[in-house]
């Protein structure tokens, strides 16, 4: 069974006719099964900028609708190539110029997006064809982004297998609350199972943390998977068409389902620092998304990779 999560912005029903409502907080959620396939539908409720940030942060394809081209979508066009999302559909009505919606997406990962009108039956046509790549040799990660207490179960966690393949029974750290916690049950689509691979929307019964330690953002994994700190030097590459230049202060941060404020300091040409007031947990393969929550246009400052130490 395949595995593929998908985010859906600026369209608000389309989730709903595209699958089962699950989830709902500031990101609504809704699940579709078919023989094959097992797909997550994200959606930011209310187009939250850091509900969309962390979506954006876990999705393998990107479903945009571009029936207005408002600032609104302009921006999500942006953040969606700050994570490299390479692979999509922008929804567009009929007749429109498709050459000047190609224009638009130019030089970002959004130009091998397909073009195509509102039709569910060609959307999902489109979403049974992807084979996502998977990193099913690692060890197991898991990004939590629900947590709660279930009467007769205990602490539960909704998330993402990230990478591997996650086992009933295994010991890992959560992290940023580094404490050693077990995987007493795994359910997927409300089935009890004994293991789920990389790609997999799981609910886990977790032994040795309470929901509280298990918020949105926190990592599963082994020791020494993750790095878990409170100041991250960066390289960074800025928005273009963020027209302020960087200066030091208080921002906020996107990795992986975290959002925090951050100081940022040492801002240099293509590097920059920031300082958080609890640690933030994140791997190699993040991406940082910097943002000015204030602003009354654009709140995309640039985005950036953790400088590994040598």
Same mark, same amino acid.
């Not at 479903?63 to 921006?75: A, D």
């Not at 029974?169 to 995987?183: F, G, Q, T, Y």
């Not at 609890?278 to 990779?305: C, E, R, S, W």
């Given at each position: 069974?395949?595995?593929?999560a ?6 608000? #029903?389309l ?5 089962k %409502?699950?989830? +709902? ?19 930011p ?7 969309? &940030? ?13 029936? %207005?081209?408002t ?10 190539? =700050?994570?490299d999302?390479?692979?999509?559909i922008?929804? /567009? ?6 050459n @000047? ?11 091998s997006?397909?073009?195509k009108?509102?039709?569910? =039956? ?5 979403l ?9 040799t690692?060890l197991p ?9 279930? %009467?007769?179960v ?6 993402f297998?990230?990478?591997?393949i996650? @086992?009933?029974?295994? &010991? ?7 404490k +050693? /916690?077990?995987?007493? &049950? ?10 789920? #691979? ?13 929901a ?17 700190? =409170?100041?991250? &030097? ?5 928005? @273009? ?5 960087? %200066?030091?202060?208080?921002?906020h /941060?996107?990795?992986?389902?975290q959002? /925090? ?6 801002v240099?040409?293509? =590097?920059?620092?920031?300082?958080? #007031? ?13 943002m ?8 995309v ?5 953790a400088?590994?130490?040598?």
């Amino acid at each position: 069974m395949k595995n593929l999560a998908v985010g859906i912005f600026h369209d608000e #029903e389309l989730g709903r006719e595209l699958g089962k %409502k699950g989830t +709902e907080s500031d990101i609504a959620m809704f699940n579709r099964k078919t023989e094959e396939y097992i797909f997550t539908f994200l959606s930011p409720v209310a187009d939250k900028l850091a509900a969309k &940030s962390q979506i954006m942060s876990n999705i393998d394809v990107a479903l945009l609708s571009g029936q %207005k081209m408002t600032p609104e979508v302009g921006e999500t066009i942006l953040m969606l190539d =700050s994570f490299d999302i390479s692979q999509g559909i922008v929804i /567009v009505p009929p007749y429109t110029d498709l050459n @000047q919606i190609k224009a638009i997406l130019k030089g970002t990962s959004l130009a091998s997006f397909l073009i195509k009108e509102r039709v569910c =039956s060609n959307i999902l046509g489109f979403l049974n064809e992807i084979t996502p790549q998977r990193k099913l040799t690692n060890l197991p990660m898991v990004t939590i982004d629900h947590s709660f207490s279930v %009467k007769g179960v205990g602490e539960v966690i909704l998330g993402f297998v990230k990478k591997g393949i996650l @086992q009933k029974h295994d &010991s890992l750290i959560l992290l940023p609350a580094n404490k +050693e /916690v077990v995987v007493r &049950s795994i359910q997927i689509q409300d089935k009890e199972v004994e293991a789920a #691979e990389a790609g997999s929307r799981v609910g886990l019964a977790i032994k040795g943390a309470t929901a509280e330690e298990m918020k949105r953002g926190a990592l599963l994994c082994p020791a020494n998977c993750a790095t878990l700190t =409170s100041t991250i &030097s960066l390289s960074f590459i800025h928005n @273009q068409f963020y027209t302020e230049r960087i %200066k030091e202060g208080l921002f906020h /941060v996107t990795v992986g389902m975290q959002t /925090v404020p951050v100081n940022v300091t040492n801002v240099h040409n293509g =590097s920059l620092t920031l300082v958080s #007031e609890k640690p933030l947990v994140y791997t190699p393969d993040d991406t940082f998304l910097l943002m000015n929550l204030n602003a009354k246009k654009l709140h995309v400052i640039g985005h950036g990779k953790a400088i590994l130490a040598s």
